[in-house]
Nanobody
Framework: QVQLVESGGGLVQPGGSLRLSCAAS????????MGWYRQAPGKQRELVAR???????NYADSVKGRFTISRDNAKNMVYLQMNSLIPEDTAVYYC??????????????WGQGTQVTVSS
């Protein structure tokens, strides 16, 4: 059984920073790509940032230059450093990862989400 658990969300003023963390636990053989998605009220879930097992990253245009994704493979964790936050960043942020439970079998998993609210 595999779980992804996010932490680090909260309320922050415009221009502020937050750091989200996501820990993967359970029967993990290995982790391929990891990423962060977000969903604002009334909108579809969208990709924010993704990082491969080798460290290659890609970002949504709306967060480039402000957000940084990183991972710690030894700890099975992924992070999202969010700087210069704006109200449009307000959303529930979800961790996502493709996890190998055996050498041949991989599935995609989601965390439960963490709320980020940017408001004065």
């Amino acid at each position: 059984q595999v779980q992804l658990v996010e932490s680090g969300g909260g309320l922050v003023q415009p221009g502020g920073s937050l750091r989200l963390s996501c820990a993967a636990s359970g029967s993990i053989f290995g982790i391929n790509d990891m990423g962060w998605y977000r969903q604002a009220p009334g909108k579809q879930r969208e990709l924010v940032a993704r990082i491969t097992s080798g460290g290659s990253t890609n970002y949504a245009d709306s967060v480039k230059g402000r957000f940084t994704i990183s991972r710690d493979n030894a700890k099975n964790m992924v992070y999202l450093q969010m700087n210069s936050l704006i109200p449009e960043d307000t959303a529930v942020y979800y961790c996502n990862a493709e996890i190998r439970v055996t050498i041949l079998r991989a599935s995609r998993y989601w965390g439960q989400g963490t709320q980020v609210t940017v408001s004065s």
